[in-house]
């Protein structure tokens, strides 16, 4: 509840719920300010602060702009991208058992084509494998 500066938040595998008061109402999930990170400046060598609400704790994520690369996808030519690489001292969605680092397209849309994270069981890779464009008239509608 951004407007009230609060969360409520519930693990149903213990049955655990909570309230708590958020510090400003710039606080997201990790996926969420993915999302936000794209819309902004991006950077080399500079570090942007998502503030992140994620396994009932808050903290601010300091987000690494680190290199601009070319990087080869499946059924893609090669991608212009951004790497950036935040870093996670929650237990969520990326549990920080190793490195995560994200790769925008370094164009308008900055999408997220690759992201590589180390879990319990080893090396994760996801890869944008399709895509879509609306005609520039048609973006923003729907």
Not at 34 to 52: F, N, S
Not at 106 to 125: H, R
């Amino acid at each position: 509840f951004l407007r009230e500066k609060n969360v409520f938040w519930i693990n149903r595998l213990t049955n655990r719920s909570l309230k708590e008061s958020l510090p400003n109402s710039e606080v997201v999930d990790i996926l969420s300010g993915l999302y936000y990170l794209r819309k902004r400046q991006l950077a080399i060598g500079t570090t942007e602060i998502l503030h992140v609400y994620d396994s009932d704790t808050y903290s601010k994520v300091p987000v690494h702009v680190i290199s601009r690369e070319t990087v080869r996808l499946p059924a893609f030519r090669d991608v212009d991208a951004l790497l950036v690489q935040p870093l996670l001292t929650t237990e969520g969605i990326f549990k920080r058992t190793g490195d995560v680092k994200i790769w925008f397209s370094n164009d308008e849309f900055k999408l997220p084509v690759k992201i590589v994270t180390s879990i319990a069981l080893g090396q994760v890779t996801a890869e944008l494998v399709s895509s879509e464009s609306k005609p520039a008239e048609n973006r923003g509608t729907q």
